[in-house]
């Protein structure tokens, strides 16, 4: 760690200025010490970042504090319109967001540039819209009385993001809680926190209140942990793995806050013999998207034994044919894993189950060719029931192939499984699909398709992969305090 004081304020990624510094209060507030960002495509140390404290976490939640009557005071059709001043400002700086975030955290440039950052400025434009048409109930007559009800602003809300979709996961959360009248403190993910700080800039253009939005970088141990146990937040929104949401929910239980977590997934692809062969190979091949690191991946494919066999050639054919290289090159496929230590844990996956009876029909080792964190595409067959690669998540590029005789055995071995956030069925019956949506346990079920849902419907996921649900009026629940106020006929004084 290097001094602060004697480092740059601001480097320079990719041509695109950014600041190091937290955004507290509506200040760049520097620390003491930093911590060194590095990119996945070349290991390489792109900046030395703010590292925050319990101090700066003091100072961010105190700034989110004051800043809550005011804003929380403002009719929501004016808060509307600077959120939607914010998805402006982020959709006039898609490019300065792609380059940055592609740098950051090596997702790929063309993914950025044509559907990640529109949807941030839709997460953005979406809540503020959705604010003023939901927060505000008619009133209802309830034998002779007058009853409404009200979404109140819950407060100060803590959103911990992470490393595989910073800014579109942070957003997801920021909308609904600022559009709700709420004021926000993020802490990014330690392994891409850049495009935070960018969002601060945007913010802060768009007229967005000092306090009401504010940025704590640094790691989980030194920033997030005093943040996710402070006594003055509200509500905390977390996006990242089982092992951390435990500890999180340790920390929170003692100040009873509600909390909001979206974790991992282990989630089945259903492939039935009366399926669309090629569309069940593009839902697929789908998977490797990010290198395999989405929590929403389909990484167990269970395919019926009568087309087993030509949907495994497909697929591995499929998969030989996708480029990895650098994510800034557009006609790159597949980029790099996000850490060193990721890496090895992705690795450790693949050779315990090759060493425990699977078989790579493509990839099962890193691309040599390119080296660094570049991890082939892999395609497992023959792994043994119960073993961990069926079970655990790998969040890599690494899928396997499983073969069921009916539906109901497809059924069983896709519930087989602590996670559910997801699940994906391809079949041409209609009756197959109502029958097997409704029986698989995850919170959210695609079929003949992937990856489709509007910003109004809920999401989360049951068992391990989360809890509650987030999205239209699902995330006013979680953000605000419902109010229920009955007012009687009688015993009104005369004013009149």
């Not at 939901?134 to 009800?149: A, F, K, N, T, Y």
């Amino acid at each position: 760690m290097d001094d602060f004081a004697a480092a740059n304020t601001s480097a320079s990624i990719d041509g695109i200025r950014v600041d190091l510094r937290h955004w507290i209060g509506g200040e760049r507030i520097a620390s003491a010490r930093t911590f060194a960002d590095l990119s996945p495509i070349d290991e390489a140390e792109i900046a030395q970042v703010a590292a925050g404290t319990a101090a700066e976490v003091d100072a961010a939640v105190a700034a989110a504090r004051a800043a809550f009557p005011a804003w929380s005071a403002l009719p929501v059709g004016e808060r509307s319109a600077i959120l939607r001043r914010v998805a402006d400002g982020i959709e006039a700086r898609i490019e300065d967001l792609a380059r940055v975030e592609t740098r950051d955290n090596g997702s790929l440039i063309r993914s950025h540039r044509r559907g990640v950052m529109p949807r941030v400025a839709l997460n953005l434009r979406a809540f503020a819209d959705y604010a003023e048409k939901q927060l505000s109930h008619p009133d209802m007559s309830v034998r002779g009385h007058r009853e409404r009800i009200t979404y109140d602003p819950a407060g100060v809300v803590a959103v911990i993001t992470p490393w595989n979709a910073p800014l579109m996961l942070a957003t997801w959360r920021i909308g609904p809680a600022l559009a709700a009248g709420n004021t926000v403190v993020v802490k990014p993910p330690e392994w891409a926190p850049l495009t935070a700080s960018l969002l601060a800039d945007i913010m802060h253009e768009a007229g967005v209140p000092a306090g009401v939005f504010n940025v704590v970088q640094g790691t989980g141990a030194d920033a997030g942990a005093p943040l996710t146990a402070h006594p003055d937040i509200n509500r905390l929104a977390f996006t990242g793995s089982v092992p951390t949401a435990a500890v999180i929910a340790r920390a929170a239980a003692p100040n009873i806050v509600p909390l909001s977590f979206e974790l991992g997934g282990k989630s089945p692809l259903l492939v039935f013999e009366d399926a669309d062969l090629a569309l069940a190979v593009d839902l697929a091949v789908e998977q490797f998207d990010n290198a395999g690191q989405v929590c929403l991946k389909a990484a167990r494919m269970l395919v019926h034994s009568s087309i087993a066999d030509e949907f495994t050639r497909r697929l591995v054919e499929r998969t030989a044919g996708l480029r990895q290289g650098d994510p800034r090159e557009e006609n790159t496929d597949l980029s790099a894993l996000i850490a060193r230590r990721h890496f090895e844990q992705v690795s450790g996956f693949v050779e315990r189950a090759l060493a425990d009876g699977a078989r790579a029909l493509i990839g099962g080792e890193p691309n040599r060719e390119l080296g660094g964190l570049y991890y082939r595409p892999t395609v497992l067959v023959d792994a043994k029931p119960g073993s961990e690669i069926l079970t655990e998540e790998v969040f890599g590029p690494v899928v396997t192939v499983e073969t069921f005789q009916t539906e109901d055995d497809a059924v069983a071995r896709a519930n087989d499984t602590r996670f559910g956030l997801a699940a994906t069925v391809v079949t041409s019956d209609p009756e197959r699909a109502e029958r097997v949506s409704h029986a698989l346990h995850a919170g959210t079920v695609w079929v003949n398709c992937f990856f489709v849902r509007d910003l109004e419907a809920p999401f989360g996921g049951t068992g391990k992969s989360g809890i509650g649900r987030e999205g239209g009026l699902w995330s006013f629940d979680f953000y605000c305090d419902v109010k229920n106020s009955v007012f009687s006929p009688n015993g009104w004084r005369n004013h009149g």
